[in-house]
C-alpha cells in the first residue's frame, strides 16, 4: 500500500512538473538571423533617422513581399529585436520600425500592419507557425509571418531571396 501511494505521488509530481515546464516556464526566445554576416542585401536603402531604436546600419534582410522589403535588426539595447520595413515613396524610400524585448519564444515580437494595412508580424526562432499558417497567414521568413490583403494573390511557392530559412 504505501509502495503504491509513493509511485501516485512520484507520478503525479513527474506529471504537474511536466505541464508547468510545457505551458508556464518561459522559453527563452532568439533572432538567430541577426548573427549571421552581414551582406550587401542587407543595406536597408533609406535614409536612417539617428533616433530609432533600431541599429539600422547592422539589419539584415529577411523577405520582400508587394511593395515592401522586410529586415530584422538588432534594439539598441541588449535583448531586444526590431522589424523594419522599407517601402518607395515618390521616388525615394522611406522606412518604419517597431522593437520589442526577445523575451519568451513562444511570443510574438511585433505585430503591427504595413502601410498597404497587411497585418505583419515578427517572431523569434521558437514561435510556432502552424495555427496562424491555418488562418490565412503566410510565412516569409522564419521570423516574418503576413496576413495578406484578400484581394492580393497568396504567393504558392515558397518566396525567393529570403534569407535564413
Known amino acids: 500500500m504505501v509502495a503504491l501511494a509513493v509511485v501516485a505521488g ?9 505541464v508547468y515546464v510545457r505551458f508556464f516556464m518561459a522559453v527563452p526566445g532568439t533572432v538567430e538571423v541577426l548573427e549571421r554576416q552581414l551582406t550587401k542585401q542587407d543595406a536597408v536603402p533609406a535614409g536612417q533617422d539617428e ?23 538588432p534594439g539598441l539595447v541588449p535583448g531586444v529585436a526590431c522589424l523594419v520595413g522599407t517601402y ?9 520600425e517597431a522593437c520589442n524585448d526577445i523575451g519568451d519564444g513562444r511570443d510574438v515580437l511585433v505585430d503591427v500592419a504595413d502601410p498597404d494595412d497587411r497585418g505583419v508580424l515578427f517572431v523569434p526562432d521558437q514561435f510556432d507557425h502552424t495555427p496562424l499558417e491555418r488562418d490565412g497567414w503566410v510565412t516569409l521568413h522564419r521570423n516574418l509571418l503576413i496576413q495578406p ?13 529570403a534569407a535564413g530559412y
Open 51 to 73: 533616433g530609432g531604436d533600431a541599429r539600422i546600419r547592422d539589419s539584415r534582410f529577411l523577405a520582400t513581399y508587394e511593395s515592401m522589403t522586410y529586415y530584422a535588426a
Open 88 to 96: 518607395p515613396w515618390a521616388d525615394e524610400f522611406g522606412y518604419w
Open 149 to 161: 490583403l484578400d484581394a492580393a494573390q497568396r504567393p504558392t511557392q515558397p518566396l525567393t531571396h
Open 10 to 18: 512520484v507520478g503525479t509530481c513527474a506529471v504537474l512538473g511536466l
